[in-house]
T-cell receptor, first 113, second 114 residues
């Protein structure tokens, strides 16, 4: 079965550093997402991406965040200057079309020290 | 805007007993509804989903859920709990607007006692 992959599985960084989280969505999917889950809390929507542009973003997704689909396969989340409160599990997801199943990747656990 | 409320942050049942995890949603347009399970230190696994059609949806691992529009509910049930069902369960809603994002509930941790 096709799956969404994410790299790295874990990342530790110093406060103020830039991080890039990478995702490879399922190949024929058209909608891409980033979510985050702070330890012990619920999963929160960050941003959706369709047709090479952001279609919606949450309040969490401020100017420190950006997304990119640099080629036909990767989908990245960049945090420009990490803060302690950015420590969380970040999930990438993709879906083929509206109403179809959204597939989640295994997540990247980010720890900001 | 959509929202999800899961009643009970923790539910404890005995092995073999009925599992009932409650979920109510709010949506101004017809919703798509999901239940996900998350085991410790793992990602999200889709249990079942409702998009259109039959309101009683069967999922994996013996779980099912019923969409009740009049009650705006999508409760998850399993007739007989197994120790391996112990996990965090998230109800979620999305619609065909706003980029089809998914909004998650706060989650319910299920404990299964021997």
């Amino acid at each position: 079965e096709p799956e969404v992959t994410q790299t790295p599985s874990h990342q530790v960084t110093q406060m103020g550093q830039e991080v890039i989280l990478r995702c490879v969505p399922i190949s024929n999917h058209l909608y891409f997402y980033w979510y985050r889950q702070i330890l012990g809390q619920k999963v929160e929507f960050l941003v959706s991406f369709y047709n090479n542009e952001i279609s919606e973003k949450s309040e969490i997704f401020d100017d420190q965040f950006s997304v990119e689909r640099p080629d036909g396969s990767n989908f990245t989340l960049k945090i420009r200057s990490t803060k302690l409160e950015d420590s969380a599990m970040y999930f990438c997801a993709s879906v083929a079309a509206v109403g179809e199943t959204q597939y989640f990747g295994p997540g990247t656990r980010l720890l900001v020290l | 805007a959509q929202s999800v409320t899961q009643l009970g942050s923790h539910v404890s049942v005995s092995e073999g007993a009925l599992v009932l995890l409650r979920c109510n949603y709010s949506s101004s347009v017809p919703p798509y509804l999901f239940w996900y399970v998350q085991y410790p230190n793992q990602g999200l696994q889709l249990l079942l989903k409702y998009t259109t059609g039959a309101t009683l949806v069967k999922g994996i691992n013996g779980f099912e859920a019923e969409f009740k529009k009049s009650e705006t509910s999508f409760h998850l049930t399993k007739p007989s709990a197994h120790m391996s069902d112990a996990a965090e369960y998230f109800c979620a809603v999305s619609t065909n607007t706003g980029g089809f994002k998914t909004i998650f509930g706060a989650g319910t941790r299920l404990f299964v006692k021997a």
